[in-house]
């Protein structure tokens, strides 16, 4: 019988032993879920939990880039059509508005006949090819990437010599798509292109140059280049400036250019007129040529026998017109024509030739009364009546070597002058009267050549002819 309860009490404590194991997992496994619901709700409600009801975290709407269905290829649609055609193909010309910002005009150079300048060019047209499905209707922009993926208008410079897009720090091109196909091209360009100037006024010149834009394949039947807004298309930088131009006006043209074996094509102009700066050459050229021809008018007032004094004067203004002559031809394009800036200093040259021409002149013509007074003084007989004959001959004139090396030139010239005719009336009068026939009848003659009459005259022809030509040149040419 005591065997028969203890083998119940074993049995009881067996059965609740195994209740209470049960009960412990399902303790267990009620707390795994509870944790695993609370990692969900954290991850569904934001990092550490924290986020709150209603916050803007929660309504952000999904980033479409991290979805590879919505990529902007698929967006657009490229794979689906072929853009190696232009928009529109079979049916009228595409027209393609363009505008531009002139952002720099660089260099302007003569003797390469050209120009620099960097621009903002701007395409719009529209390509339903690239419409797009949106209910907010904003615009999507893009880089160059998409550009080489779709058809974009293939314009180029006429005339031009160099051209660039620029690329730092990227290629600074953007292309923005709207919803219903149209688009907006822009790129950041440099061109350097031809400009045919007209050096005949130089410096005193005006000189209009010509940026020419152009569908390189389409001719006018697949492509109607316009400008978008007009004469307003053309936009500039008010702080554009160059050393040697003024700036006078920007306006744009359209036109037809005609190849002979591909047909007719539209061209845009850029038209801008420049006004050279004349007064840098004022400081240069004109005022050192001026001075020159004025310098060389100095030896009009010194002596003729003072032949040390105005050789060397002549010469060395003949020299400094030469090297300002070469130095204005160097730094220009060697042209067929003359220009205005010759003209001043060829004349002006030409004055300081003259100079140096009049003073071989004045000494010459010295030379040849000295020898002939000589020649009077040798036939004359006697001096009676005459005090000092033999003083006044020697004062009255000196010798080639007395010319060249005495620095002391007598008397005045009045006096000289009064000598010389004394001397050359006797000898004229001896000789008259040992000839002459009728005793009643003697004529008076009297030989005499002033040389220094020819530096009287210069000193008031060479500044008046000069300054007549000055008038004449400005009037003309400014």
């Given at each position: 019988m005591h065997a028969d309860v203890l083998a119940l009490l074993l049995v009881w404590l067996l059965c609740a032993c195994g209740a209470s194991s049960r009960s412990r997992g399902r303790t267990l496994q009620t707390y795994g879920q509870i944790r695993s619901r609370r990692e969900t709700t954290r991850t569904e409600g934001g990092v550490g939990g924290r986020s709150k009801p209603g916050s803007p975290i929660l309504k952000r709407s999904p980033d479409i880039t991290k979805n590879p269905v919505t990529k902007s290829e698929q967006l657009l649609r490229i794979d689906d059509h072929d853009f190696t055609m232009r928009p529109g193909f079979g049916g009228p010309a595409i027209p393609v508005g363009v505008d531009v910002?002139?952002?720099?005009?660089?260099?302007?150079?003569?003797?390469?006949?050209?120009?620099?300048?960097?621009?903002?060019?701007r395409h719009y047209w529209k390509d339903e090819r690239l419409s797009f499905p949106s209910t907010t209707n904003?615009?999507?922009?893009?880089?160059?990437?998409?550009?080489?993926?779709?058809?974009?208008?293939?314009?180029?410079?006429?005339?031009?010599?160099?051209?660039?897009?620029?690329?730092?720090?990227?290629?600074?091109?953007?292309?923005?798509?709207?919803?219903?196909?149209?688009?907006?091209?822009?790129?950041?360009?440099?061109?350097?292109?031809?400009?045919?100037?007209?050096?005949?006024?130089?410096?005193?010149?005006t000189q209009t140059c010509s940026l020419e834009i152009e569908s390189y394949a389409y001719t006018?039947?697949?492509?109607?280049?316009?400008?978008?807004?007009?004469?307003?298309?053309l936009k500039t930088d008010d702080r554009i400036s160059l050393s040697q131009f003024l700036i006078q006006e920007f306006h744009t043209t359209t036109k037809l250019a005609f190849y002979s074996s591909t047909g007719w094509y539209n061209r845009l102009y850029i038209n801008f007129t420049l006004r050279r700066h004349i007064f840098f050459f004022l400081l240069q050229t004109y005022f050192p040529a001026t001075l020159m021809v004025m310098l060389s008018w100095v030896s009009f007032w010194i002596d003729r026998?003072?032949?040390p004094a105005r050789v060397p004067l002549g010469i060395t203004t003949v020299l400094t017109m030469s090297t300002i002559i070469t130095g204005v031809n160097a730094s220009m394009p060697r042209v067929s024509y003359i220009k205005a800036v010759d003209i001043y200093l060829w004349v002006s040259f030409v004055f300081v030739f003259l100079s140096v021409i009049?003073?071989?002149?004045?000494?010459?013509?010295?030379?040849?009364?000295e020898r002939k007074e000589r020649k009077l003084r040798e036939r004359l007989p006697c001096t009676c009546g005459m005090s000092h004959p033999g003083q006044i001959m020697m004062s009255s004139s000196y010798s080639e070597m007395d010319a060249m090396t005495t620095g002391h030139y007598g008397m005045p010239e009045m006096n000289g002058d009064k000598r010389e005719r004394i001397l050359v009336q006797l000898a004229m009068d001896k000789e008259q009267s040992s000839h002459s026939q009728s005793g009643n009848t003697r004529s008076y003659n009297s030989m005499w050549i002033d040389t220094h009459a020819i530096d009287k005259y210069s000193?008031?022809?060479?500044?008046?002819?000069?300054?007549?030509?000055?008038?004449?040149?400005?009037?003309?040419?400014s």
């Open positions: 910002q002139v952002e720099s005009l660089d260099t302007i150079s003569e003797v390469d006949m050209d120009f620099t300048m960097t621009l903002y060019l904003q615009s999507m922009t893009f880089d160059s990437r998409l550009v080489k993926k779709i058809w974009v208008p293939d314009m180029f410079f006429v005339h031009s010599k160099r051209s660039f897009i620029h690329d730092t720090t990227t290629d600074n091109v953007m292309l923005r798509v709207y919803p219903d196909g149209k688009v907006l091209y822009s790129v950041r360009v440099t061109v350097t292109a031809m400009c045919n100037m007209d050096l005949s006024h130089f410096p005193l010149d006018d039947d697949d492509l109607m280049l316009y400008w978008k807004k007009g004469n307003d298309s026998r003072a032949v009049e003073y071989a002149a004045v000494n010459y013509l010295s030379t040849l009364q000193r008031v022809i060479f500044p008046g002819a000069y300054t007549l030509f000055n008038i004449i040149y400005w009037s003309i040419y």
